[in-house]
T-cell receptor
Framework: DAGVTQSPTHLIKTRGQHVTLRCSPI?????VSWYQQVLGQGPQFIFQ???????GRGNFPDRFSARQFPNYSSELNVNALLLGDSALYLC????????????FGPGTRLLVL | QKEVEQDPGPLSVPEGAIVSLNCTYS??????FMWYRQYSRKGPELLMY????GNKEDGRFTAQVDKSSKYISLFIRDSQPSDSATYLC???????????????FGKGTHLIIQP
């Protein structure tokens, strides 16, 4: 079975632009979470979605938004990009809404110039 | 004080040694404890998952949780050069139905196993 997949793998944007990152969870998993990992730090929680509803949100500005589709795939959108948004964006899937056992994808590496 | 503290290392040990990795935390609501391994420029890979206090063993890996001390450990026996990676501890509170807070991670410990 395929694990969590993310696209694109790498992305370069300039300040002020908008970006959309995509994630497909493990087959049968209904929960998707998004994390931001800055170099040298652990991942930081951005959002969790379960059954297409937002179930949790971390301490990120409103420039960050997400949604989950009927097939449980998800998009993370970031508006008005800042240099500080440069990071590895990770998607994790789990079968439960609590998300305790989360399986991560390879990530999308975003560079903002 | 951060919710989860983890020494970033690097920790360098010779091949075959027993490795001990640790995290401390401050939030007594944490009930689920995980260890992830992350190779450079890759996504984290789940190694061990423990609920509440106690020990769990899986092959060369042993995870320990001491909730009274708010301290968790990962032991790696017979360490191999392929174990060289960053090890992240992660934890979460029990889901109450009112919303999920996601996983809270430590910074990660960079481990180097010298051949």
């Amino acid at each position: 079975d395929a694990g969590v997949t993310q696209s694109p793998t790498h992305l370069i944007k300039t300040r002020g632009q908008h970006v959309t990152l995509r994630c497909s969870p493990i087959s049968g998993h209904k929960s998707v979470s998004w994390y931001q990992q800055v170099l040298g730090q652990g991942p930081q929680f951005i959002f969790q979605y379960y059954e297409k509803e937002e179930r949790g949100r971390g301490n990120f500005p409103d420039r960050f938004s997400a949604r989950q589709f009927p097939n449980y795939s998800s998009e993370l959108n970031v508006n008005a990009l800042l240099l500080g948004d440069s990071a590895l964006y990770l998607c994790a899937s789990s079968s439960l809404a609590g998300g305790e056992t989360q399986y991560f994808g390879p990530g999308t590496r975003l560079l903002v110039l | 004080q951060k919710e989860v503290e983890q020494d970033p290392g690097p920790l360098s040990v010779p091949e075959g040694a027993i490795v001990s990795l640790n995290c401390t935390y401050s939030n007594s609501a944490f009930q689920y404890f995980m260890w992830y391994r992350q190779y450079s420029r890759k996504g984290p890979e789940l190694l061990m998952y423990t609920y509440s206090s106690g020990n769990k063993e899986d092959g060369r890996f042993t995870a320990q949780v001491d909730k009274s001390s708010k301290y968790i450990s990962l032991f790696i026996r017979d360490s191999q050069p392929s174990d060289s990676a960053t090890y992240l501890c992660a934890m979460s509170a029990m889901y109450s139905g009112g919303g999920a807070d996601g996983l809270t991670f430590g910074k990660g410990t960079h481990l180097i196993i010298q051949p």
